[in-house]
């Protein structure tokens, strides 16, 4: 009787042993077990939605395969350019013309006569409005990767983020001189270019603004390529510029107030002409999360329109 | 006919066979492991090949497991389900790729002010990820792989916030090409999956991007 009651007793523990290690077997499958290592970035995505100054008005959907660079031309026409071709845009989204072209567009232009100035990855090429050529300049370098154009009565600015420098063309493609390249004997540090994203801009009085991202700072040039002044920090809050290396892209507003765009935690604000924040155009809950590439440009009436690669879309911000 | 007493102490001595058995097996396994080594990723440059396993995989022709960092979402779970102690996946730097940053998404924890190495600064939960100074503001990674248990925290917040160069990958020195490996089982994203052991890494390199392989050439090389 005393046996019959051990065996029994050793067959119950055995079946609780089981069934514990069953038990454990099954659970370690569940999909939805919580990571101890989560990093949290949905922590860092939240923004205080009371300090958006701006809503999207209208979205225009390019036909290209990829787009990268957008410009806003005479009337607010709306330039976009990317894989071997470019579309045209009027002001409310109705397409207005397009034209062909071989290569990767990753930045562009527009002067005042309406041509076109494209970086096709190490080197420019220049088009009318209907897509004639009108030039393709010399690649400074097959290690150059051309990440921004800004274009002014008499020159053209070229942010090379392959060799981290600025070059200053006049408008045929003659280079002038090469700003803001490392030079220890000036002690002069150089851009900081840590990743392929390396814009620069003309500001209200015709000043040119680079965007040294691994400082995550705007400075401004002159053109013999002294630095003239310098703002911005480090910061995952709203007030700085987050990650290894931001602002990706910023344009100008008519007041002279820099609208930027940051990868990382993807987000477009809006600071004053002394660099002070003011306000977010769009919070990073509007973009699918690791985009990168959010070229920027305003147009007369300060629309700030968001080019997002992503989603393949122009997006047209309005003030509230 | 065995009466029930001596069909009980057959059983017993059966089941005492086994589990001698199964303890020995395991101990030979063990010992063998300890034999690995644990030296670098890239057998054949580690110095210490001929007691690594891969080369006798690669001799067989067999497939061993990999982890396709483009498919990878740095879930946690190589850290917690692989047989291994600490897991067999570690992150592996593709230093071509580094942008040598001073703020490192991957070694500073979000919002850190200061960018130093003191500890309470450093996301890696073991400090398995180290930092050294260059020249301003460029700092050196480095993977201390002792102390790395694959939790893919750093590869996280490089992928977010950086070029992407941490990465994880599995370390044949360490792993037992099981048949059914317990990471692969679990991970949600099926980013494991089986290589030819004569190229067993699967890193990320700039080619998925056209627009960022050009631009990453030149800021490599620049």
């Known amino acids: 009787m005393k046996q019959k009651i051990f065996i029994i007793a050793g067959l119950v523990m055995l079946a609780g042993v089981i069934a514990i290690m069953l038990a454990d077997f099954f659970s370690s499958r569940k999909a939805d077990k919580a990571n101890p290592y989560d990093y949290k970035m949905g922590e860092l995505r939240k923004t205080d939605s009371t300090c958006n100054g701006y809503i999207e008005q209208l979205t225009i959907r390019p036909a290209l395969e990829e787009i990268h660079a957008v410009a806003c031309g005479a009337g607010d026409r709306i330039f976009v350019a990317g894989k071997n071709g470019l579309e045209i845009y009027q002001k409310d989204g109705k397409p207005d013309g397009n034209f062909r072209f071989e290569g990767l567009a990753s930045c562009m232009a527009l002067d005042k006569k309406g041509r076109i100035f494209i970086g096709i990855q190490d080197h420019v090429e220049v088009f009318d409005q209907l897509g004639k050529p009108c030039g393709k300049w010399n690649s400074v370098s097959p290690e150059s990767m051309l990440t921004s154009i800004a274009v002014t009565d008499s020159y053209a600015y070229v942010a090379d983020a392959g060799k981290k420098i600025v070059y200053r063309y006049d408008l045929n493609g003659r280079l002038i001189n090469r700003i803001g390249e490392k030079d220890p004997q000036k002690n002069v540090p150089g851009f900081i270019v840590p990743s392929p994203y390396f814009d620069l801009g003309i500001g209200k009085k015709g000043e040119l603004w680079v965007a040294n991202t691994g400082r995550h700072s705007l400075e401004q040039f002159g053109d013999d390529g002294s630095l003239q002044s310098a703002w911005g920090e480090a910061s995952m809050s709203s007030d700085g510029f987050c990650g290894c290396c931001n602002p990706s892209h910023f344009a100008f507003l008519s007041d002279g107030s820099f609208v930027t765009s940051e990868k990382g935690i993807e987000r477009v604000k809006v600071y004053s002409p002394q660099g002070k924040y003011l306000c977010m155009v769009a919070p990073p809950s509007a973009f699918i999360e690791g985009t990168k590439g959010l070229d920027l440009a305003a147009d007369s009436k300060d629309r700030i329109i968001v080019l997002d690669p992503e989603k393949k879309q122009l997006r047209i911000f309005v003030k509230k | ?222």
């Open chain 2, 1 to 222: 006919m065995p009466n029930r007493r001596e069909f009980l102490n057959t059983l017993m001595r059966g089941g005492i066979l086994a589990a001698l058995g199964l303890i020995s097996g395991s101990v030979i396994l063990r010992s063998r492991d300890k034999n690995a080594c644990s030296g670098g990723f890239a057998c054949s440059s580690c110095g210490k090949s001929q007691s690594c396993s891969l080369p006798a995989a690669l001799a067989a022709g067999q497939m061993v497991w990999q982890l396709d960092p483009s498919k990878c979402i740095q879930c946690g779970r190589c850290a917690t389900n692989c047989v291994m102690t600490p897991s067999a996946v570690k992150c592996t730097h593709a230093y071509a790729m580094c942008g040598y940053c001073d703020l490192c998404g991957g070694y500073l924890k979000p919002g850190t002010k200061t960018l130093d190495t003191a500890a309470e600064h450093q996301l890696c939960p073991t400090n398995a990820l180290k930092r050294k100074f260059i020249e301003d503001p460029f700092f050196e990674y480095t993977v201390e792989e002792e102390l790395c248990i694959g939790c893919g925290k750093c590869v996280k917040g490089c992928s977010a916030f950086g070029n992407g160069s941490l990465q994880l990958q599995v370390r044949h020195d360490r792993c037992k090409n099981c048949n059914e490996c317990s990471i692969a089982r679990n991970c949600p994203s099926q980013a494991f999956t089986r290589v030819p052991a004569n190229k067993p890494s699967l890193l990320k390199s700039f080619g998925k991007e056209p627009l960022e392989e050009a631009g990453r050439k030149g800021v490599r090389n620049a």
